[in-house]
Nanobody
Framework: QLQLVESGGGLVQPGGSLRLSCAAS????????IGWFRQAPGKEREGVSC????????DYADSVKGRFTISRDNAKNTVYLQMNSLKPEDTAVYYC????????????????????WGQGTQVTVSS
């Protein structure tokens, strides 16, 4: 059993903040690099952020740099995505995904590199 569950989504006004959580069960998250991805209606899936197994490497899409921060707490088997200064174009279903890794330098924003995915959480940014 390898399961990822996203939470923390919801409706927020432009300029607001949300913190998404990705909780793992059935495996030890500290052995996995984690990516956050999003998909809006009519658009392709987009890599938002990623973090290596102990946080030694992170990356962000240009569209969210300076606004989003990824972090992890391996003791809690959880990865977070802090989203600030939210914009309507951030509206999407947000997914976390996991890839087993032995390297604290591995981090990727390509969804094809992640075999394990959660069910997603809806983020809506609207007035």
């Amino acid at each position: 059993q390898l399961q990822l569950v996203e939470s923390g989504g919801g409706l927020v006004q432009p300029g607001g903040s949300l913190r998404l959580s990705c909780a793992a069960s059935g495996f030890t998250l500290g052995y996995y690099a984690i990516g956050w991805f999003r998909q809006a209606p009519g658009k392709e899936r987009e890599g938002v952020s990623c973090i290596s197994i102990r946080g030694g490497s992170t990356d962000y899409a240009d569209s969210v740099k300076g606004r989003f921060t990824i972090s992890r707490d391996n003791a809690k088997n959880t990865v977070y995505l802090q989203m600030n200064s939210l914009k309507p174009e951030d509206t999407a279903v947000y997914y976390c995904a996991a890839r087993r890794s032995a390297s604290n330098g591995y981090c990727a924003l390509r969804g094809s590199e992640f075999p394990n995915w959660g069910q997603g959480t809806q983020v809506t940014v609207s007035s």
